[in-house]
């Protein structure tokens, strides 16, 4: 046996430390504890120490949209590519088109750039 401490015993000192218990549980398998916050504002588990959660709905959902976003941003762009790649393998090219599809790319381009 290692020398586990009880769970219980180091909530009751991080309570003490000034930390807040949150209402969220800890990420890992079969944990279940309650989640704390630090005074410095790091959020840990008892047990588990430094867990990676994200704190807010808010949080999960700008995690989630980024990671979406650059997919997308990704696949408009091939699409792009591709469609300017036809319409310059066309016979007859529409400047116009040529000239909106350029603009959809200078777009796709600078906002993959933002971040
Ligand atoms: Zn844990």
Known sequence: MKNEKDPTK??????????????????????????????????????????????????????FTQVYTSQILEKLEAYTLKTIDSLLNSSDVDPTDLIKWLEVLERIQRLKTKK
């Open 10 to 63: 180091i909530m009751a000192e991080l309570l003490k430390s000034g930390a807040t218990m949150l209402a969220e549980i800890c990420p890992v398998e079969g944990c279940n504890l309650p989640l704390f916050k630090l005074k410095s504002g790091e959020v840990i588990c008892p047990v588990h120490g430094r867990v990676h959660i994200v704190k807010t709905d808010e949080e999960a959902r700008l995690v």
